[in-house]
């Protein structure tokens, strides 16, 4: 059964300071990985996306990167912001059935920076 | 996420009523998603449609839902005789569909329909 595994579940860090989320995957056959950034009640926005071949891809101060060999990737968030308060979703991409290409979602770290 | 419109933002539905979520793509996609996503839960996939097709819909219960791309107009996905379980948020993402030679397929997410049932 594909599966994604995000830590820490929640996270609170000061502002300015840096801090890396986790993301395990069990998805197979692997196609791309991606970050999302899920404001409160709005809709996910993508961060990152990455395929097998690579293994960072920055974004202004987020980096991600990905290790296919243990299924991990992180995300690294540098100088952290007030407005970097919202959950952060790992999504795994398998390759489905015609060609589809069929996500998994893990549940998100949630992620508080105070002032 | 530009681009994506989703319609209503929230709706409040009985039990037993039908609702109907609309999804309108970023133009010049031809590609959907639905997910559905609980409090305090991950977004689960539900259906994955291409115009006029239902591409893979395993993560949509068999009985009462149903979605739909038609040629011309958003995607429908429409939930019949609605219980309290049912209450959640509902997310459309479009996508270009596969680009040539690239193995992925970036999804630009809606602001969602969050359905409470009463």
């Known amino acids: 059964k594909n599966q994604v595994e995000q830590s820490p579940q929640s996270l609170i860090i000061l502002e300015g300071k840096n801090c890396t989320l986790q993301c395990n995957y069990t998805v197979s056959p692997f196609s791309n990985l991606r970050w999302y950034k899920q404001d409160t009640g709005r809709g996910p926005v993508s961060l990152t996306i990455m395929t097998f071949s690579e293994n960072t891809k920055s974004n202004g101060r987020y980096t991600a990167t990905l290790d296919a060999d243990t299924k991990q990737s992180s995300l690294h968030i540098t100088a952290s912001q007030l407005s970097d308060s919202a959950s952060y979703i790992c999504v795994v991409s398998a390759i489905g059935s015609g060609g589809s290409y069929i996500p998994t979602f893990g549940r998100g770290t949630s992620l508080i920076v105070h002032p | 996420n530009a681009g994506v419109m989703q319609n209503p933002r929230h709706l409040v539905r009985r039990r037993g009523q039908e609702a109907r979520l609309r999804c309108s793509p970023v133009k010049g996609h031809s590609h959907v998603y639905w997910y559905r996503q609980l409090p305090e839960e991950g977004l689960k996939f539900m259906v994955y449609l291409q115009k006029e097709n239902i591409i893979d819909e395993s993560g949509m219960p068999k009985e009462r839902f149903s979605a739909e791309f038609p040629k011309e107009g958003p995607s429908i996905l429409r939930i019949q005789q609605v219980v309290r379980g049912d209450s959640a948020a509902y997310f459309c993402?479009?996508?270009?569909?596969?680009?040539?030679?690239?193995?992925?397929?970036?999804?630009?997410f809606g602001p969602g329909t969050r359905l409470t049932v009463l």
């Open positions: 993402a479009s996508s270009p569909g596969l680009k040539a030679g690239l193995f992925y397929n970036e999804q630009f």
